[in-house]
């Protein structure tokens, strides 16, 4: 059973920073691909950042330069670091696994599984 913990989030002001993590086993990690996905009120919800086989990031353009994602040297746990929180950054934060290969970003939701989310909230 794949189980995604999400922590950290929460709310800031315009230009802050916040980090997110999303803790899962190793075997989570050495068996899929691994991102964060956000989803604001009456929107769906969108690609933020995946972490490649390599330990790099890629990024969609709304967040490059500002977001940086990362995994621990255990590979149990990934992190989303936020920088110059904007208000359109607000929404819940969700960790996700699927299959590693292309359009991993753009695959039917229902094949990532899911954490369970955490909320980010930037004021103007």
């Known amino acids: 059973q794949v189980q995604l913990v999400e922590s950290g989030g929460g709310s800031v002001q315009a230009g802050g920073s916040l980090r997110v993590s999303c803790a899962a086993s190793?075997?989570?990690?050495?068996?899929?691909?691994m991102g964060w996905f956000r989803q604001a009120p009456g929107k769906e919800r969108e690609a933020v950042a995946r972490?490649?086989?390599?330990?790099?990031?890629v990024y969609v353009d709304s967040v490059k330069g500002r977001f940086t994602i990362s995994q621990d040297n255990a590979k149990t746990t990934m992190y989303l670091q936020m920088n110059s929180l904007k208000p359109e950054d607000t929404a819940m934060y969700y960790c996700?696994?699927?299959?590693?290969?292309?359009?991993?970003?753009?695959?039917?939701?229902?094949?990532?599984?899911w954490g369970q989310g955490t909320q980010v909230t930037v004021s103007s």
């Open positions: 190793g075997y989570i990690y050495r068996t899929y691909c």
């Open positions: 972490i490649e086989t390599d330990g790099s990031g």
């Open positions: 996700a696994a699927s299959s590693c290969g292309s359009r991993w970003f753009i695959r039917d939701r229902s094949q990532y599984y």
